[in-house]
């Protein structure tokens, strides 16, 4: 039995609710949950691992990361990393996310993790009951220059609500999530 790749990974979701930790609290300033999901993505079933960390510090400070691995974590095809941060001055967590891809296995499966970790970001302010600012900065790289990230990146970030920035030279951009 073969397996046929999307024609269209591009339009692909993975369909998946990863459930995340419970919020810290002073009395207990640790949270940690890894679970394993089969996602469908297009006419296929991906497997994914999900770790996630939430850490109250002494000071209030809240760190958080989700990784989610396709395949499993000690040799994943694609990841994608997903962090939030908020110290006691601020009243909004700043979030950012990071996919590797290196293998380019399973075509699309990047984005797909992309597009993913934007219900993680969405799940996770409203867990928290507070605004999340996710930026993105424009950083093309393994053999993927500006023009092609264009390509892959503007029209999801568009379609999504992300508004572009200028800090500089550097090309960003953001979106605020509501709880």
């Not at 993505?41 to 760190?63: A, H, P, R, W």
């Not at 597009?115 to 928290?128: E, G, T």
């Not at 993105?136 to 970030?157: A, H, M, R, V, Y």
């Amino acid at each position: 039995m073969s397996i046929e790749i999307p024609k269209k990974p591009e339009q692909q979701e993975l369909i998946v609710d990863i459930e995340l930790p419970k919020m810290p609290s002073p009395q207990d300033p640790n949270s940690r949950l890894e679970r394993s999901y089969v996602a469908k993505y297009g006419n296929m079933t991906v497997n994914l691992s999900v770790e996630c960390f939430i850490f109250l510090s002494q000071k209030g400070t809240i760190d958080a990361s989700v990784t989610i691995y396709e395949n499993n974590k000690f040799n994943p095809s694609a990841q994608i990393f997903v962090t939030f941060h908020k110290d006691s001055t601020q009243d909004e967590y700043v979030s950012s996310t990071n996919v590797k891809n290196d293998m380019r296995i399973i075509p699309g499966i990047g984005r797909a993790l992309w597009l993913l970790s934007l219900k993680v970001i969405q799940k996770f302010a409203a867990q928290s009951e507070a605004k999340v600012r996710h930026s993105i900065l424009k950083s093309p790289s393994n053999g993927l220059d500006s023009k092609k990230w264009d390509e892959l990146f503007l029209p999801l970030l568009k379609s999504n609500g992300y508004t572009q920035i200028s800090i500089g030279n550097r090309e960003m951009w953001e979106k605020t999530y509501l709880p």
